[in-house]
């Protein structure tokens, strides 16, 4: 069981650290959420494993918890984001669109 905890653990850091990548290098503010959503899952999952490691119940309440938190935070910011502007690569004078 130890060496399955350990294989779990060095893939959800694997998965951590990507999604950590594309939060901080996300082109626009889409790429950005799905990013933090992406992590928010990543830690729900890290929660599940350490419980059924441990047999421990008392995290599921917090990922109760977070699950809640995460989703209402992902529909407002979707719901009140203001869109991206670009700049159009065919104007001369580099206004945005």
């Given at each position: ?50 419980a059924a490691y441990s047999l421990d119940s008392t995290v599921l309440y917090g990922m109760v918890a977070l699950s809640l938190i ?28």
């Amino acid at each position: 069981m130890s060496v399955v905890w350990h294989i779990a653990a060095v893939l959800l850091i694997a998965a951590a650290s990507i999604t950590t990548y594309r939060l901080l290098a996300g082109p626009n503010t889409l790429d950005r959420l799905v990013a933090v959503d992406t992590l928010v899952a990543v830690t729900m999952c890290g929660l599940a494993a350490w419980a059924a490691y441990s047999l421990d119940s008392t995290v599921l309440y917090g990922m109760v918890a977070l699950s809640l938190i995460s989703f209402l935070g992902s529909v407002s910011v979707t719901r009140f984001r203001v869109p991206d502007t670009a700049i159009d690569p065919h104007d001369s004078r580099g206004r945005q669109r």
